[in-house]
């Protein structure tokens, strides 16, 4: 679970810290990846195993398999039983990721050695939610914020040219 602890960042930055700090962001979000397609679950389903996947990619291994991707043991059952808490879990700590890689790009954007990160921070955030339509106001938003943050960088260089003239 993401603690709130997990995101504080203190005014004066470190870009080794700041690297760290997301990091451990990402390796929290990495448990509610499908064992199968690497990506965040967005239907979670367990099966007889026992193991958690997302619906569609168990759904795809099943059409050609008769065995638990992980475990490799024969199923007696294809059920694939919903696993309501876990999608809650996921939809909330992802939300709150996001939350606070906005506020926190927001915060570090003001110091240029940083920009260069939080654009990739923001390419990142983009890339963990990108087939997910639960989160579609957070790709919007972060995807004003990553514009935002290249036209201040051009509107910079525009500013620095003509000073240099």
């Known amino acids: 679970m993401l603690s709130q602890n997990s995101f504080s960042v203190s005014t004066t930055f470190n ?6 700090q997301i990091e ?3 390796n929290k979000l990495n448990e509610f990846n499908c064992p199968i397609a690497q990506q965040l679950m967005t239907d979670p389903v367990i099966i007889e195993s026992g193991h958690t996947f997302d619906r569609s990619s168990i759904e795809e291994w099943l059409k050609h398999n008769n065995t ?3 475990t490799r043991i024969e199923l007696k059952y294809k059920t694939l039983t919903p696993v309501y808490a876990f999608k809650t879990t996921i939809k909330e700590s ?3 990721f996001i939350k606070k890689v906005i506020k926190n790009v927001k915060l570090w954007c003001s110091d240029d050695i940083l920009t260069e990160i939080c654009l990739h921070i923001l390419d990142e955030s983009l890339d963990l939610i990108k087939n997910n339509s639960n989160f579609n106001n ?3 938003e972060l995807k004003e914020l990553k514009f935002n943050i290249l036209l201040n960088e ?12």
């Open 15 to 20: 870009i080794d810290e700041v690297k760290k």
């Open 24 to 26: 451990e962001w990402k």
């Open 68 to 70: 638990c991707p992980i």
């Open 94 to 96: 992802t939300e709150k």
């Open 138 to 140: 957070y790709q919007n």
């Open 154 to 165: 051009l509107n910079e260089d525009k500013l620095f040219n003509n000073f240099k003239k």
